[in-house]
Each structure stands twice: as structure tokens, then as C-alpha cells.
Nanobody
């Protein structure tokens, strides 16, 4: 069982930065693929970035070069560093942990980017 708690969202102007954190409970954090998803009003939830237990990362094209996902297994935490933010990045950002037959979600944290 994994419980995820996101933090770090807020209001920022275009071009600014935010760092999201996701703290996970449990002792098996290191075996999960961790990810960040986002959902804008009226839109479907989309994948933003993932990081495997081995550290391999993937990003949606729209955030490549601007966002960085990382993990600290000693702290059971995954991060999303968001730079050069754009108004279209405005969404609720959700932390996700998954492995075979398991899929856990955090409560979400609001990111609002003003123009």
C-alpha cells in the first residue's frame, strides 16, 4: 500500500518556476515507476513525466526542456522541477506510483500560471 501526498503548487507568473514534491508512504518506493500527471479544467488527465526505479525518464513533448522529474529513494520522494512556466501549464498536478497490478494516486496540487 502506498499513500502519496503532493505539495509545492501555487500561483506563478509566466516564465517563473515551481518545484512540486510527492512524499510516499511505505517501504517499497524504490520499485515503483513514479509519474506526474496533470488535468486542466475541461480536459482529460495527461501524462507529464515518468521516472523508473532505474532513473530513466520520459516527458510529454510540451514540457521537454522545461520540466525535470527526479526521485530520492532515501526520502521516498519524487520531484517535478518546472521552469519557464507557461499559462498552458495551468492544471491540477497529480503524483502517481505504479507497478504490475498496482496504481496509486495523490490528491493533486494546483498550479496556476498567469500571463
Amino acid at each position: 500500500q502506498v499513500q502519496l501526498v503532493e505539495s509545492g503548487g501555487g500561483l506563478v507568473q509566466a516564465g517563473g518556476s515551481l518545484r512540486l514534491s510527492c512524499a510516499a508512504s511505505g517501504s517499497d518506493f524504490g520499485i515503483y515507476v513514479m509519474g506526474w500527471y496533470r488535468q486542466a479544467p475541461g480536459k482529460q488527465r495527461e501524462l507529464v513525466a515518468t521516472i523508473t526505479p532505474g532513473g530513466s525518464t520520459n516527458y510529454v513533448d510540451s514540457v521537454k526542456g522545461r520540466f525535470t522529474i527526479s526521485r530520492d529513494n532515501a526520502k521516498n520522494t519524487v520531484y517535478l522541477q518546472m521552469d519557464s512556466l507557461k499559462p498552458e501549464d495551468t492544471a491540477v498536478y497529480y503524483c502517481n506510483a505504479r507497478r504490475v497490478l498496482y496504481n496509486f494516486w495523490g490528491q493533486g496540487t494546483q498550479v496556476t500560471v498567469s500571463s
